[in-house]
């Protein structure tokens, strides 16, 4: 789903931002579970109203592989500090923060590369 916020911030702050950078996590952890075969066809079915979810199964799967991708320790590029994804995410919503408050000239995005 879009949020006001975020529309708000690719509006008014055409800079990378937290909505940029994050799904990046996440979509190279399904294309993860999908190639190692952790996702499957059997852990979606169809909405009562049109659409595809995850099963319990697949939404458990998920979710335990996410909470420890979260976890895993990365060099972040603009602190020099290893840390997780989660500290990351903590350090760049401050970032980003002290960016909109005009604390800082920049916003540096987040990346592992």
Known sequence: PLYPACLYL???YPDE????EWPLIVDSLVLFLV???EIAPE???PGQEGGIFHSREGLSRFLSRYDRR???RVTHNRLGQRLSYRQCLEAQ?????AYLRGETATYVPFCTR
């Open 70 to 72: 979260l976890r895993a």
């Open 43 to 45: 852990h979606f079915r």
């Open 35 to 37: 190639n190692r075969g």
């Open 93 to 97: 919503a401050r970032h980003l923060a």
């Open 17 to 20: 931002t937290l909505v940029e």
């Open 10 to 12: 690719a509006t008014h």
